[in-house]
């Protein structure tokens, strides 16, 4: 063989012949590329959002308060509490906005605006429907349209006419908050007022019984609040008794025929 015949280069129709070879290939495997790349993204996100959900609830429970809907709102408060760097609470990893719903009957049997909630005394009553969602969509902002509880339901489980929809690029993280709310109930035995107060706060009065029937009074607590129970006369009452509520739980305030006492029931 001679020296030329050695040196020889690719003809043009085998050139033609590789690159068609190599076109066939990448329009094969460039999909399968592009759904690893995006199913690794989902998941991440998925796993973000579920991260969001667990720092939100040692938000609550350390500062006994829950930040509103509104994006500068929520994201700011979780930003001291998330693993997540600040710049990722509020967006996705492509950069897109997430979204935080709350249930417009959170606390009310009928829909209210959710403005956030920040305990101070306790509530009067259990919350009717303590749920949110975080919602991100890898490929634009998630929405942030007027919510009434129809379509939050809706939206929540996932049924005909829900204006988010659960999918590939969609991604839902479901909450439910009642777990965090515990009943307080204060029973006043004494002829005179109590008093008792939450995380330090204003102190409230306990109504007096009247020998027959006890003075009661029921609060609902977030989980890990801390209650100080005051002895009569109040106010102004002496400081005798404080309870971390880390369930539901019931206080009396009694007597053993000398002394008066706070014991749990």
């Known amino acids: 063989m001679s020296a030329v015949d050695r040196q020889r280069g690719f003809s043009l129709m085998e050139l033609i012949g590789v690159m068609a070879v190599l076109a066939i290939l990448s329009a094969v495997l460039a999909p399968s590329v592009f759904d690893l790349i995006n199913n690794a993204y989902a998941k991440q996100e998925q796993e ?49 906005l997430r979204t935080l719903y709350f249930d417009p009957r959170f606390f009310t049997t009928s829909d209210s605006n959710f403005n956030g909630y920040t305990q101070a005394g306790g509530l009067t009553g259990a919350p009717v429907s303590p749920r949110a969602m975080f919602i991100s969509n890898l490929r634009g902002n998630a929405p942030q349209p007027s919510m009434n509880s129809a379509e939050f339901d809706r939206i929540w489980n996932q049924t005909a006419g829900a204006s988010v929809v659960e999918g590939a690029d969609v991604k839902i993280t479901r909450m439910n908050f009642g777990d965090l709310f515990h009943r307080l109930t204060v029973i006043n035995t004494a002829t005179a007022q109590a008093g008792f ?69």
Do not use: C, H, K
Request: hydrophobic fraction near 40%.
């Open 48 to 96: 973000n959002l579920e991260s969001l959900a667990a720092d939100l609830r040692r938000l609550i429970q350390a500062e006994q308060r829950i930040p509103s809907s509104n994006r500068t709102n929520w994201s700011s408060a979780l930003a001291t509490f998330s693993d997540l760097p600040a710049s990722r609470v509020l967006s996705n990893e492509r950069g897109f």
């Open 197 to 265: 107060s939450v995380e330090g706060g204003v102190a409230q009065a306990l109504i007096a019984g009247n020998g027959t029937t006890d003075g009661i009074s029921t609060r609902f607590l977030i989980d890990g609040s801390r209650v100080e129970f005051y002895g009569t006369p109040f106010p102004p009452g002496v400081l005798t008794t404080v309870v971390v509520v880390n369930d539901s739980v019931s206080m009396r305030y009694t007597t053993d025929g000398s002394s008066w006492f706070w014991v749990p029931l």
